[in-house]
């Protein structure tokens, strides 16, 4: 019994202290959102740009996704007058009061990892997502200018650049789980002709497009890779019957959603609306933190927001088996459908 006593009483203490904590909390979680999977997002007012950037890794140019406007200043070989005049025009065009960023909350975009599936890969269709809605999460740190000080120590100016790789990379990967995703939906009925186009069973083992997988290394040269080299839990995807396209495509999103949040997320504990109860919660780091943590908000009926299966317009769920914005939209696709099983 002592010990039960023993024990209430430190936790008397430990709540007591962590009230005093919890006030303090209160006045800084004002200015904090409202919403656990929020992200707040800054997008440069003064734009973006795409411009040959050396990779600092690989060395190689290789386009990448810079903040600030793209600057076009006389080439070289123009007289030192032209030069200036074009420095100041571009002075003049910058207005100093200007604020450097707008922010917005990811969850002001519940769909958003829906239109980051749909980005076609065209540079332009990326900056108009990246002006937007900002940078990924993805740049490298690289080196503007860097020189040495009269005493030796260096000095440098560094810049933040998004490569077009990455950019590809991450579309791609929402791209295709999207598909399995809607491919896997309960409410439309699973369509399993689309999700044998992203898996196959072969020589005894389950593989997938290599498109769908993040950082394999072969990429481009595989088409089809082993689920049990991508994963170090062998029970993950071998014990897998070889006609369940069902289980191996549930299991594929619930392993690629784990793989994506990592290090993108953070754990925190946050209050409810009422200052009764805390929870803990994760939240994202980064923009594309915030997208996967709304496509797994799908996957565990969190995010309340669905695309509608004919027109694609975004509603709030309010029953958890509608599919359709509309009426109408349900009916067309109802005819379509009909249409299909006709003609087949
Ligand atoms: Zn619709």
Redesign the pocket.
């Known amino acids: 019994m002592s010990v039960v006593n023993t024990g209430n009483r430190q936790s008397g203490q430990y709540i007591r202290k962590l009230c005093r904590f919890a006030d303090i909390c209160r006045v800084q979680e004002k200015a904090m959102p409202q919403s656990h999977a929020s992200f707040i997002q800054k997008v440069s007012t003064f734009g973006y740009h795409w411009a040959d950037t050396r990779h600092p890794k690989s060395g190689k140019l290789i386009p990448a996704i810079l903040e600030g406007r793209h600057i076009e200043m006389p080439t070289h070989g123009t007289s030192i007058e032209d030069h200036l005049a074009a420095l100041d025009d571009l002075w003049q065009s910058i207005d100093p009061d200007a604020p450097s960023y707008t922010e917005y909350s990811s969850e002001d975009h519940p769909e958003l990892y829906r239109r980051f599936a749909n980005l076609p890969l065209v540079s332009e269709a990326v900056l108009e997502f990246v002006s937007t809605f900002g940078f990924l999460g993805v740049g490298h740190s690289i080196t503007i200018i860097e020189d040495e000080n009269p005493d030796g120590t260096k000095w440098g100016e560094y810049q933040t650049a998004e490569f077009a790789n990455d950019w590809v990379r991450q579309i791609r990967m929402m791209q295709s789980s999207v598909n399995i995703l809607d491919a896997l939906d309960d409410i439309l009925k699973p369509d399993t002709d689309a999700l044998h186009k992203w898996f196959i069973y072969k020589e005894s083992d389950w593989r997938v497009k290599a498109e769908c997988l993040p950082g394999y290394k072969n990429q481009g040269k595989v088409e089809w890779v082993n689920l049990d080299c991508w994963t170090d839990d062998p029970n993950e995807f071998g014990s897998i019957p070889a006609d369940d396209i069902i289980q191996v495509s549930t299991e594929f999103l619930r392993v690629l959603v784990t793989h994506q949040l990592e290090g993108r997320t953070s754990a925190m504990m946050i209050w409810d609306k009422n200052h009764t109860q805390t929870q803990l919660v994760h939240r994202p780091i980064s923009l594309l933190g915030a997208m996967w943590v709304q496509f797994a908000g799908v996957l565990t009926r969190t995010n309340r927001f669905r695309s509608?299966a004919?027109?694609?317009?975004v509603f709030e769920l309010v029953r958890r088996d509608k599919a359709?914005?509309?009426e109408a939209?349900q009916k067309r696709y109802g005819r379509k459908k009909a249409k299909r099983i006709q003609n087949t």
Do not use: M, Q, V, W
């Open positions: 509608c004919e027109c694609g317009k359709f914005c509309s939209c």
